[in-house]
């Protein structure tokens, strides 16, 4: 087990304004319309203060090169494969144009474990945003890094052959595709060059993926966007997801939300019914 304390609390700070080509961006690639007043919907703090990792530091995945440089806030796990797994956000107010946005990133934990897979290594950030000083979203991201899988071993997620899909067991369903020109609008938008979401060949022949990999974020935007088509535009509180298995570009993805008491359980589920992310949203005014 390798010894990360020297990484435990290290910071980092980033500032970026909500202007309004950013905006246009942000809703022209969503396919959203330009919301009453300007309040911006939740969600879009994924495309602000993003990573500005010169293009000569970055690794063959595309992500930047892993570093023990003491400003570096990523430590350099010596596991290749990356992933985000998850997150949980607060809302505290919504993010509206001409809003100047700070990001205090922190390092909170670094824990090794051994899966069915091999090694795995979880990185926890804290991130802490504010808009014009005062206080908006707070985020704990987690995200997994993981051994290489061998050139040979088969493309995963299997295709699906089968439609299982049960729409009766939610109170709404958005069905789409995720198209490649999606991925690739999300991955300018985030600044997000890691290469699965836009080089197929690397995703299929390196990563061992059937396909471009849809965002962890994009889907959540797209969950968070269907719970406010439910309970309306900047409603929600709290929202977590959790990442089970890559959706892949082109594949059907159902959407869906249901009201369990206070609470929404949201899914995004493959053809066949199987679970892709998970995750839940509280209500709440702000």
């Known amino acids: 087990m390798s010894d990360w304390s020297d990484w435990i609390g290290r910071e980092q700070r980033s500032a970026d304004r909500l202007d309004e080509a950013l905006a246009a961006r942000w809703l022209a690639t969503l396919d959203l319309g330009a919301p009453d007043g300007a309040d911006m919907p939740q969600g879009i703090h994924f495309a602000l203060c993003t990573p500005q990792a010169p293009t000569a530091m970055l690794g063959e995945d595309g992500h930047p090169a892993r570093s023990d440089d003491p400003a570096s806030l990523y430590p350099p796990i010596d596991l290749p494969r990356r992933m985000w797994a998850g997150s949980e956000i607060t809302f505290l107010r919504p993010l509206a144009l001409g809003d ?3 990001k205090l990133s922190r390092v909170t934990s670094i824990e090794e474990k051994e899966g069915r897979s091999g090694r795995l290594a979880f990185l926890k950030l804290e991130h802490s945003i504010s ?3 005062e206080a908006a979203i707070r985020e704990t991201q987690t995200l997994v890094y993981r051994d290489a899988s061998p050139s040979d071993s088969p493309l995963v997620p299997p295709e699906v052959t089968d439609s299982l899909f ?5 109170d709404r369903v958005r069905t789409l595709a995720p198209s490649e020109a999606l991925l690739f609008r999300f991955s300018a ?3 997000n060059t890691h290469r699965i979401h836009y080089d197929a060949p690397y995703a299929r022949e390196v990563e061992r993926y059937r396909g471009l990999v849809v965002h962890g974020p994009l889907i959540s935007t797209l969950l968070l966007q269907l719970a406010a088509d439910l309970v309306g535009p900047n409603a929600l509180r709290s929202f977590a997801f959790t990442a089970r298995s890559p959706a892949i570009a082109g594949d059907t993805l ?3 939300v249901r009201q369990e008491g206070d609470t929404l359980d949201l899914a995004a589920l ?5 679970l892709l992310t998970t995750a839940s949203a509280t209500p709440g005014g702000m």
């Open 189 to 191: 938008l985030t600044f």
């Open 254 to 256: 159902h959407l869906a």
């Open 270 to 274: 493959n053809d066949a019914g199987e």
């Open 166 to 170: 049960d729409p009766a067991a939610w």
């Open 131 to 133: 808009a014009n000083t």
């Open 100 to 102: 100047r946005i700070d």
